[in-house]
């Protein structure tokens, strides 16, 4: 996660301070659009085919406001310790444009759903601070698909509306970020935010979550900020740190050379590798903004505000102090463990049904993530389940079963599934503890194994390797080695 | 009976003890339509297949339950074109719409058909409704039935022109600024602006959305409150339509004015008006005083920037509003393989000069830089004119004044737009406050019919119908037919 080696951004950081504010806009997840009763679930549709007079902007329709929309909004907004102030009202941003079906955008100016807010993050050692400006909501436009390039150069193009319409929430942070890792791990933690709360899907690919972002560099000397540049069409996290390390590196690189910047819109063009000049200000929109008249201004009166806060599931950050606090667990896998709210139910569900806090913490950050990964099934909905789990570890912390049988069983149910300890009584996979039988299988070992008995008698430590392995192969791997060891140890001090 | 000569109520009456049939009506109204329609071209389409229909099934309504049917069953309407119905060419009278059928039916006028009304056609109008006389029609304009050398006012002229005519009893027309009542008051006939947010407007091409409000056009009081109370109530699907429940009009109808105070706004009676419209307005005061109730002088001296605050605010909801014919999806398209000519080419030709005017003017308005000097000026002095309406409605109960300055004028005579826009002088400020307004016919000057506008506060609007409908049955001008509805019977 730490960056040790020197880029040319890096080394650029130097000489200047990058100042850089992110603009995230999240597709909410409820059941219709924004403005109109389709499905705000428009993937799968066929083109158009999701679509209304109200959402195709016909003459004469009218837009009634999603309250899923305004309590998705509000909701984020808290979890980002915004205020919410009692009144709000939607704003008509104006430009013409092919997938924008009214010629207009129905959003928010200048009195946003909420305002001030902020977001801390650790990156590296310390903790970041950015601060919210504001959350507001507006509509998505439709996508178009050009029979040739760019819209410009196009022979054809095709227009398609199902996602016009769709709730948009537009994130808005203020330039607190100093690195292109503070834009990352921002980006990373608002999209941990918003899924856990259940607002947004995440989906940078298929750009459910978009980015935009502002950078500005400033020689370490001056005080005054430079002219920003906003960088689009960044649909990764790696994409969004290449582009703004990209973007340090070329803005300091004009600034050495004693030009100036200019103000102006710049794509990231991932193949190239670097940014590229799209609109420059002259030719920036003049939106003509004015209050919405289709739709009467709206009161969230306190009582809303509060059971919306009152339905706000414990966050990532109060989840992982409460896990260091009740767990005992270290920071770090307090911390892993939150990041999905999935994962954080299923490990306190496991600890609820008797599993030790760290053996399951250590079990789902290991074996079972390397699992789930690689089935692309997350342990809640495997075969094995997360019942299935506490039982797999109940028989491990019993010693009823070693660490290595506990991994094979784990491997072989997670997918299918099964009953671990009917499996263990059937294979007779049940771990070797009895002093008894164990001692006769250690006197055995240093029978077969004289030299390597005087070795360690002599003082040689690893010489007891050979021994060990001789009483495990000799149980099929199902012996107690901690017992083992103490054992051979006892008989050879003899 | 024919329907040229009759409201709605007689016709009621008609098809309910078996004088005369849905169909019956609706055949000699469009047989009246083709003999009135080459001298008004009030009609830019008729709807016959769709009549037939409807007229087939409020038959069956009528035959099923005579008594209990809504009293609108079987009667014929007529449509402004800025009004949407399912798989019927509607143009707002713009060439940019030209072809443009809507997939849906829009709230006030589903509420029409719901009770049985047949629709016959779809009336001619001011281009996006944004004219005073008719003559912004892409599709030519509309002759007044009392001089088919005048014009009918506008921008609901073609609405005003048909009932006028004697087409049919009742038409939907939609008022911006006065775009019901001041037609109404050049054709001679009963014409209601409801509250703001008592109609849908879902459905309605909107040119400003702050603004607009559908409302009925009769030949009387009474028929004007039937329709009104058909298509009036809450929408969901218009969010700035009114939760309350709507009082019915009809109830208070014949209460009568006595002890009434009535304001008479003397900014009202200045600004150009001419003296034969003064007179017949003057007159029906002294008719209402003489039904018991008291006339007041009042004040509302906001009037003189009401039309400028107008023009800022109409067409800067008109600029946006009218954003969307952009020839990508429907309606015109001028093709030009570069997109901002594709746009440039097809808003050209699509709009007319008047709508070129207003489009241009909200968009100056709203630009940055100006926004703060006229669009948010122009919303202050807004508040200034509905807070000036609220005092005067402290010490009476309603205001009646002209509704137009002048009777109708001829063609081609007034071809300034500030003329032009002061037609709408008296009748404007009502909508920027949102009240109901209607206009009653009250006498005649130089022959030309004259109306007189009663006003009430905010969801007053039974007391409009009430005061009205006391003038109405005092006086005798509501019968008099123009010529081309006596050609035409
Ligand atoms: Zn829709």
Redesign the pocket.
Known sequence: MTQTAETPAIAALERYEAVIGLEVHAQLLTVS?M????SAAYTDAAPND???????GLPGVLPVINRQAIEYTVRTALALECEIPEFTKFDRKNYFYPDLPKGYQISQYDTPLSRNGRIEFPVGGETVRCGITRVHLEEDTGTMHHAGDVLQSATQSFVDFNR??VPLMEIVGEPDLRTAEHAREYLVRLRQLLMYIGVNDGNLEKGSFRCDANISLRSREAAELGTKVEVKNMNSFRAVHRALESEIERQAAVLDSGAVIQQETRGWVETRGRTVSQRSKEYAHDYRYFPEPDLPPLRLDSAFVERVRASLPELPPARARRFVDQYGLNAYDASVLTSTREDADTYEELVRLGVAAKLAANWLMGDVAALANEHRLGLRDSGLGIAGLSRLLGLLDSARINGPTAKELLTELYVRGGDPEAIVLERGLGQVSDETELEALVDAAIAANPVAATDFRGGKQQALGQLMRHVKEATGGRADMPLVNRLLRERLSR | MSSTASTITALAASLRDGSSSPRELLAQTLAHIDATNTRTHAYLRTTRELAERQADAAARTLRANPESAPPMCGIPVALKDVLCVDGVETTASSRVLGGFTPPYTGTAVQRLFDAGAVCVGKTNCDEFAMGSSNENSAFGPVGNPWDVERVPGGSSGGSAASVAAGDVPCALGSDTGGSIRQPASLCGVVGFKPTYGRVSRYGLIAFASSLDQIGPFARSVEDAAIVYSTIAGHDPRDSTSDPRAVDDPLLRLRDGVAGMRLGVPKEYFGMGIDPGVREAVEAALRVLEGLGATLHHVSLPSTEVGLSTYYIIAPAECSSNLARYDGVRFGLRVEHPALIDMYLRTRDQGFGPEVKRRVMLGTYALSSGYYDAYYRKAQKVRTLIADEFTRVFADVDALVSPTSPTAAFPMGDRDDPISMYMCDVVTLPVNLAGLPGISVPCGFAGGLPVGLQVIAPRFEDSRVFRVAHAYEQATEWHRARSPLAEAAA
Do not use: E, I, M
């Open positions: 659009k403005f109109c009763g389709c999701n679509t209304c007079p109200v959402c195709l016009s319409g």
